[in-house]
């Protein structure tokens, strides 16, 4: 039991490196200039928060996510007044959280899908929104905000305000970037956690042993 608690040894570790894991991922962005202007990039931060979130629970998934921001804040200061770092947050939360609730019920393969399938609509959604009222606005007081929706509609013809944009934009990008982070997850999952779970089994063996 007490190896199975949130805070033990081994969870905090595991929850240390891949925030810390992630906080690096999270550099590193790819535009997807056929779904949203270049200013949007694609991070694979979600991946080992998410594989963390499926072997440690949900609670354990939003710590990680914290661990990842306040790390990448070290690594790279921000440049959006920590509102880009706060959205970050909020959307990786939307997309680990509801995955790793669904796959704590469910611990199937099956399970898994449908955990990473729900996570994914959740973040889309909760990113059209959160552009729409928060980020796009936001931005806005950089970039005058005809730029940005000329930059959406030089994409997609059917932008004209934020909340299109947020639609047709940003919606598709992050329907992307679950699938990817989703296919990722499912691949490389199953050897990942044997590790985390073997490590714990192993000191539990030591204990009895001594």
Aim: proline letters at 5%.
């Amino acid at each position: 039991m007490r190896e199975n608690r949130l805070l033990s040894t081994r969870n905090v570790a595991v929850m240390g490196m891949f925030g810390a894991l992630a906080a690096v991922l999270m550099l590193f962005e790819i535009p997807l200039p056929f779904l949203a202007p270049s200013f949007y990039g694609l991070d694979l931060s979600e991946v080992p928060i998410l594989v963390g979130t499926f072997a440690l629970g949900p609670v354990a998934g939003v710590v990680m996510e914290v661990v990842k921001i306040l790390i990448k804040l070290v690594l790279k200061p921000t440049s959006t007044g920590f509102v880009g770092e706060f959205a970050n947050l909020v959307f990786g939360c939307s997309m680990v959280v509801p995955a790793g609730m669904i796959y704590q019920i469910y611990k199937t393969k099956k399970g898994a899908m449908a955990a990473m399938a729900a996570g994914t609509v959740i973040m889309s959604l909760i990113g059209i929104a959160g552009n729409a009222l928060v980020m796009i606005p936001f931005y806005a007081n950089f970039m005058p905000l005809d730029n940005i929706l000329a930059a959406g509609a030089a994409i997609n013809p059917a932008v004209g305000n934020v909340w299109t944009f947020a639609l047709f934009c940003v919606g598709p990008f992050n329907v992307v970037k679950g699938c990817i982070v989703s296919l990722i997850t499912a691949v490389v999952y199953k050897r990942i956690s044997s590790v985390i779970h073997s490590v714990g089994t192993e000191r539990r063996k030591r204990r009895v042993h001594i």
